[in-house]
């Protein structure tokens, strides 16, 4: 099957380093993830608490630019968006026209919206990526968390069980690490007050990053830029808010995936996370310890 | 939708119907089994909680409902709308409402919702895409800006309504804004005001310790990427908002 990547603002910003460890994981695997020409913001948040129009007409024209080739999303911000235009579209004449008229041209809402970690379960499969395999993670306990946006709606995003997906566990399995079970995979970060409302997002990803540490787990993985940044960059601020020590790097799972694909720290731009993870890899006996840390 | 649904969606006020309209979301389905406040990640710290809120939707409390903080507070996580049995999409309600209530101008006070997304929206429709540490400068400019103006901040709004290049400048200057309040600058002003000053000023300050960090660790582009096609994605929005903007 062949792809068209859709890989949003995050990744060309605060999320680079998804995009880097995305683009080496999809190489290993011979992936090809070409870019949409001339993609354009999907709207994010704001557009739909504004505009419900202008929410189904961003996606729509990138959606009508894939030419009908399956659309390959990383950010799940965007993957979410890109699914309800989709929904609204393809349910409603009224909205199909009305998108139609604002985007200057029809689309169906028809064009196929694959989150990476459906295209690597489902398309790839676990066999291919066994096979890519080079340095199992043997003895890393992770939390895989999933957030918001890539499970709900599931009538919207059908992406996996709404209340307990396994996708990216499975994924990390293959990986060769060991996924515990605990219960906040799918609560809220707060990412969409991450600016306009930090506290929210203190008290929210407190909540996260405690189960996680109760559930014994040596890291978290993340398929979402928000919730990565949430967890990652502001874990210090929570720390010191409510007096607590996590200590708890926060990957995302093609950072873990390259890892076990031995691919460098380099290649997976394992630096720019906030919380090193030099020392816990080093302590695992993963990677080249020295470029991680 | 089924026959009883659709009755019940006539008897409803005004405020379900245009809730309905907007949004698609059926307020009037509710039973009020509280289901959404239980899951909601920001019911503990809402004014009006999610079932409440949908209840005064029903029951056409305009003003309750428009003024109330957690319809900004909402964090769009939709476990509401996935676990509700009638399938009443209060995330789409609160998107709706945010509307409305801005349209109306009675937006919490407090809130930096409305001044985000506009400077959100405006970044795409000028660039294209978003660049985060232009749409961050650019939000703290605007969110101080966005003072009233019997406020006597001329002087601040002036200098920092400027475009996102204004950001690096910010930073440098950002230090000036307590001592602007402590020396008077700012005197002429109720303890209300004071109060909304102080807040945006610490919004101001919330995460600029960040910038060098995120900077070094890779996390952000000094200078965003432009997308062609400025003018086709402005008469797309102009088309968008029935020729409004």
Redesign the interface.
Known sequence: MSYVFFPGCSLEGTARDFHRSTLAVAARLGLELPEIPDWTCCGSTSAHGCDALLAAALPAKNLAAAAGKTVAVACASCYSRLKAANHHIARDPAVRARVAEVVGGDYDGQTPVMHLLEILSRDIGRARIAAAIRRPLAGLKVACYYGCLLVRPPEVTRFDDAENPTLMDQLMEVAGATPVDWPHKTECCGASASITDPDVVLELSDRILSMAKAAGVDCIVTACPLCQLNLDMRQKDVEKRFGRRYDLPVFYFTQLLGLAMGCTAGELSLASLVVAPGALLQSKGIGRAEATR | MSEAAMRLERVGGGLAREVKA??GASPMSCLQCAKCTSGC??AA?ADVKPHELVRLVQMDQRRAVLESRSIW?C?????C??RCPQKV?IA?MN??L??MSRAAGMAAPG???PV??EV??K??RER??????G??AE?KLRNLAALPSSLSTASVRQRYTASWRGGMQLLADAGKVPRMIASGELRETSARGMQAIKQRALQLF??AD?VP??IA?????LL??R???KA??K???R???GGKS
């Open positions: 907007r949004s990640p920001v710290r507070e964090t769009s996580c939709q476990t709308v996935t999409d789409a998107d709706a945010r509307g809130t930096a919702v985000f997304d959100f929206l970044a795409v294209g895409r978003v660049h985060e540490m749409l961050m939000f919330a995460d960040k960090m995120m660790k890779g996390k952000l582009s965003g990427r997308v062609r096609g086709e994605r008469a797309m929005f088309r968008a908002s």
